[in-house]
């Protein structure tokens, strides 16, 4: 292939001068090695095992796999422990100072890179690559063979924000999708709150899915139209701790309910 030659990144006859061969009895797609060597490629799944094994190229790949477990802290909190402890311990390269690349969709600040950029240390033995799919100042999208102007727009009004900025600006949801943001909550005093009648009491649980999940049931009273949040189970223990707390929650607003007439 000359320098400058138009081609077909698809057709692999314009890089053969750059393949190299790989030893037939490693050539798997989780391990190979080239022609000669003992290994030169190993790939694991986050929480795999790299153990007696070393590289001087470390990549992580897409660590993130849907947006469910994006907004999993738990499962944010699983993917750094593995990430810090098992990952970045396989290290044998000269010095050991590895080259290192993390390429991934920016979900959350508790993410590999946010939390690689969020913190001074180590932020600044970054370089950092951010690809958006369409720049707003000079309205032009990154690939529009690929992904147009039109559909960029018409998934932006069918999307979740949070899913949207994530897939297609990198911005991490916890700046842009949170359900409350700070500065749009407002704090309050329980005495004030005893000195009228509620105009009804809320409640909501969203139970745990899995063994990686949490139960939340925030307790609310209404006033006026206006939500206060007085009480909250949040928790990742067994149904046989949950489900005590919970009741002991709805049977306080039992006494409340009966003196004051109002629906629960």
Aim: some cysteine; hydrophobic content about 35%.
């Amino acid at each position: 292939m000359k320098p400058g030659k138009p081609c077909d990144p698809m057709d692999l006859d314009n890089f053969q001068e750059y393949l190299l061969e790989a030893t037939a009895s490693h050539a798997g797609f989780e391990k190979w090695a080239l022609d000669g060597n003992h290994f030169s490629y190993l790939g694991v799944g986050i929480g795999g095992s790299v153990t007696s094994k070393g590289g001087t190229v470390l990549i992580v790949d897409d660590p993130i796999k849907s947006a469910e477990d994006a907004l999993n802290e738990n499962n944010l909190e699983r993917i750094w422990l593995w990430y810090t402890s098992t990952f970045l311990s396989r290290v044998s390269a000269e010095g050991g100072e590895p080259l290192e690349i993390v390429c991934m969709t920016r979900w959350s600040d508790k993410d590999i890179v946010g939390r690689i950029l969020g913190n001074p240390k180590t932020k600044n033995d970054w370089y950092l690559l951010k690809m958006i799919a369409y720049d707003e100042q000079t309205d032009t999208m990154l690939c529009p063979a690929i992904f147009n102007r039109k559909r960029f727009f018409n998934l932006k009004e069918q999307t979740l924000p949070i899913i949207f900025n994530a897939n297609y600006l990198q911005e991490p949801g916890s700046k842009t999708g949170v359900l409350f943001k700070p500065n749009e909550l407002n704090r309050f005093d329980l005495k004030d709150l005893r000195k009228s009648e509620a105009d009804a009491i809320l409640g909501y649980i969203d139970v745990m899915d899995d063994g990686t999940d949490s139960l939340s049931f925030p307790l609310a009273y209404i006033f006026k139209g206006k939500v206060y949040i007085t009480d909250v189970v949040f928790t990742s223990e067994n149904i046989d701790s949950t489900l005590p707390q919970c009741v002991s929650l709805l049977n306080s607003t039992k006494e409340y309910s009966e003196l004051s007439g109002k629906p629960v």
